[in-house]
């Protein structure tokens, strides 16, 4: 409630107090008794209860990770995930890389965790760990890339690996782009009533139904699903649309808006939609959640 709900195209409210060489990258919701795993670009994972995380108002900076996680100052992170302790039976967690690798790994891998961190995934020279998200059987995953490509498939195709394995091909990324989201259709729901949401850097975004989305086998370019621009900037997130209702949509330099999805067109694959934010000179969205 701390973020009121406004009309798309607006600044938004200012969510954090930042330095100015800081810039916010993720946005979670959490119950205080969950486990949260923190993966960083290199490819580890670390642990922590919520409730150890230190609780503080909207406007307020915040403590540094490091106080409480030892995470090297040369890795950042590029993923959390927050899930109850007693939920492991059956999960398993799909990490996605920069260079288009996906590999998915058992929840219980990450049971036990040490406070140095441990091996999430082992990255090639050049890549780095870009997402992490929950999935079970007979659910499928959609990657996006910046440059605007989706492609869509079982997650049965990729099969288990432990902890030290390098993955497999997920999307096949043309020069220049790399992979910006992960997310996944829950509950093997097909498409019917789905939607995907695509949210670019300089405040644009968009839904197009998911049944646009054909399954098919990874490792494939994928499809258009936006039209990307200098207007636009590129694909900074995908979601898919069940039942949720609200967006808020993050910047980097701090600003957060939250508004109605049901306020976002409606339109095809290769579009550009329309602007949910009016971001300021140097700013650019970097992060969503759905709500």
């Known amino acids: 409630e701390t973020f009121k709900v406004q ?23 959490a119950n205080t008794h969950d486990n949260i795993l923190f993966f960083t670009d290199q490819g580890r994972a670390f642990q922590t209860k919520v409730y150890e995380i230190p609780q503080a108002v909207r406007t307020s900076k915040g403590k540094i990770i490091h106080n409480f996680l030892d995470i090297p100052p040369t890795e950042t992170i590029s993923a959390i995930i927050a899930y109850p302790h007693d939920t492991t039976q059956n999960q398993f967690l799909m990490m996605a890389t920069k260079n288009g690798l996906i590999k998915k790994v058992e929840l219980s891998a990450f049971a036990k965790v040490r406070r140095t961190g441990i091996t999430a995934v082992k990255l ?34 990729i099969r288990p690996q432990g902890r030290n394995a390098a993955g497999v091909r997920g999307i096949r990324l043309k020069a220049g782009d790399s992979v910006s989201s ?6 093997g729901k097909g498409s019917a009533g789905l939607r995907l949401l695509t949210v670019m850097a300089k405040g644009f975004a968009k839904q197009s139904e998911l049944g646009l989305y054909k399954s098919q086998s990874r490792g494939g370019q994928g499809i258009k699903t936006a039209k ?20 808020l949509a993050l910047s980097g330099k701090g600003q957060v808006l939250r508004t109605k999805i049901s306020g976002i067109r409606l339109a095809s694959r ?10 300021k000179a140097g700013d650019k969205l970097v992060g969503v959640i759905t709500l």
């Open 7 to 29: 009309r798309r195209g607006g600044k938004g409210l200012i969510g954090f107090e930042l330095k100015e060489e800081d810039f916010v990258k993720h946005f979670i919701s």
């Open 124 to 157: 090639k020279k050049g890549d780095a760990l870009k997402s992490a998200k929950l999935t079970s059987k007979n659910e499928e995953a959609i990657i996006t890339s910046a440059k605007g490509q989706a492609i869509r498939f079982k997650e049965s195709d």
């Open 182 to 187: 992960l997310d996944i259709i829950k509950g």
């Open 228 to 247: 990307v621009t200098e207007k636009t900037g590129e694909v900074i997130a995908t979601q898919v649309i069940t039942d949720q209702e609200e967006i």
């Open 270 to 279: 290769a579009t550009q939609g329309v602007k949910i934010m009016n971001l």
